[in-house]
């Protein structure tokens, strides 16, 4: 049974006596920006939005939705691309945001390592860590919104994944608030450490189903010496994947990113950015967006390896046309059309959108086989393929039809097509979620398709951690095969 008025009533109160005017609110115009996900696929109702501005104050508030039977559901930055932060429509729960904590604690440039509370901005992290000539390796297109606390609930990837791993690569601890109220507290870094489970890995990608985390530990490297950003033309898919193994065994680690999009993708971008321009001449089927890197002392030579490099590409037949980024202006602006591509997409009219993987080496074939195979299944849709083809994800993105009315069409068959895409992916041996999370959108399938030893044990850490089902409810885990919410 679901909390009373009453009950809502004395525990909104209960929270502004806890937090204040700035940490609770149910003043309409403050919590209605923030029941919407990003997408604008998923709007929910809550009872307030509650940021508090400390660990102890988000303990305190956990306790305090436990003895009233409220729901929680955390929420970063709100960029999540599968409404995983978004409330349902019952108006029974509240928006817990973590966008006050926002400092970071201690940052230590001989150790390499950073703490930070996890409302920290990505982009605010970035800036940090290059005062002190150090750089944090993940990045994306949202970095000025998304939240550490966010992208670490997701286990989010971006650009760089191809040479060092998703967020969960980047942890080397974490604090978080449980379901009791009790905060767990694994901030110090320890390389070696055998007692028992991992329990921060357990976090990570949890999605706030398990527990709400406040802050982080996390690796930095040294800042690069320089770079080189090329844009590369290509036939086709499989010969970006030819010369992804051309770079990889040329380049080795300096091989940064190595990101794919067709030409459709191109098109967009360069029509939503009004002084955007393309970076090659004449029209290619693929393009590629390389990045090698140098450490702090050895940029000098990079333009001259960069350029060997290509000149063996172009020997063995491997491209169309290629350029190199002349300055780190140029650099900027061929990765703002990489990293434009969803807004220039959403600009043009609704898409389902597919966050899916398949093992690294059939990626470009899969891309190739399965891009025809869904616009002959449903006709008028467009599909389209990008993104991170060294790490085997891609976003896999199928365009409605000119004249499809929004919502009606991707509640319609944009499910179809959805479900269709899936099974394709299960089928070549991927994954549904590769690095967007499951969230709302894609809870259902990950019931139909899931392994169900996973799903059993991944309903049994939940009961064990949120036995009332509190934490992000409706998110991540699948209704069980008895129709009772785990």
């Excluded at 440039?109 to 901005?121: D, K």
Aim: include cysteine; charged fraction near 20%; charge should be negative.
């Amino acid at each position: 049974m679901g909390a009373t008025m009453s009950d809502i009533d004395a525990f909104a109160e209960a929270a502004l006596q806890l937090l204040g005017p700035r940490g609770f609110t149910r003043d309409g115009d403050i919590v209605e920006p923030w029941l919407t996900d990003w997408r604008g696929r998923y709007t929910g109702r809550a009872i307030g939005l509650a940021s508090p501005a400390s660990t102890s104050e988000t303990a305190e508030l956990v306790k305090l939705c436990a003895r009233h039977g409220i729901p929680i559901v955390p929420q970063g930055g709100n960029s999540g691309m599968s409404g995983g932060a978004t409330p349902d429509d019952t108006g029974t729960a509240i928006i817990l945001s973590l966008r006050r904590m926002d400092r970071i604690l201690s940052l230590d440039p001989e150790a390499m390592q950073v703490t930070c509370e996890a409302g920290v901005v990505l982009q605010s992290l970035h800036e940090a860590a290059a005062e002190h000539r150090l750089r944090f390796p993940l990045t994306l297109g949202g970095k000025g919104s998304a939240t550490i606390g966010g992208l670490i609930s997701t286990n989010a990837g971006g650009t760089q994944v191809l040479r060092h791993g998703t967020m969960r690569a980047q942890v080397l601890g974490l604090e978080a608030v449980l379901a009791d109220g009790s905060v767990l507290d694994t901030l110090t870094p320890l390389k070696k450490d055998n007692r028992g489970f991992d329990l921060k890995q357990m976090l990570i990608g949890s999605e706030g189903t398990l527990g709400v985390v406040t802050a982080a530990t996390l690796r930095l490297l040294p800042e690069i010496g320089g770079r080189a950003v090329i844009w590369a033309g290509l036939p086709s898919v499989q010969q970006a994947r030819r010369l992804l193994l051309h770079f990889e065994r040329a380049a080795g680690n300096s091989l940064e990113g190595f990101e794919v999009l067709p030409k459709q993708c191109l098109k967009a971008v360069l029509d939503y950015l009004p002084d955007a321009r393309a970076p090659l001449a004449g029209e290619h089927e693929w393009h590629a967006l390389i990045e090698l890197v140098s450490g702090p002392d050895g940029s000098d030579d990079l333009p001259d390896f960069a350029q060997g490099i290509l000149e063996s590409a172009f020997e063995d037949g491997l491209l169309d046309d290629a350029t190199i980024a002349a300055n780190d202006s140029q650099a900027e602006a061929f990765w703002l059309l990489r990293d434009s591509i969803s807004p220039a997409e959403r600009a043009i009219g609704p898409a389902m959108q597919h966050d899916i993987s398949v093992p690294v080496s059939r990626m470009a074939d899969f891309v190739a086989a399965a891009l025809p195979a869904v616009e002959q299944r449903f006709p008028g849709s467009s599909a389209l393929a990008f993104g991170h083809l060294g790490d085997g994800n891609v976003h896999f993105h199928v365009l409605a039809p000119g004249d499809a009315t929004p919502g009606e069409w991707e509640d319609g068959e944009g499910k179809h097509i959805s479900a269709f895409v899936h099974d394709l992916v299960t089928e070549w041996g991927g994954s549904i979620s590769a690095e967007h999370g499951i969230g709302q959108m894609k809870r259902d399938e990950l019931g139909r398709l899931g392994d169900p030893v996973s799903l059993a044990l991944m309903r049994s850490v939940k009961q064990a951690l949120d036995p009332r089902g509190l934490f992000n409810p409706g998110k991540l885990l699948p209704l069980a095969q008895t129709g009772v919410k785990p």
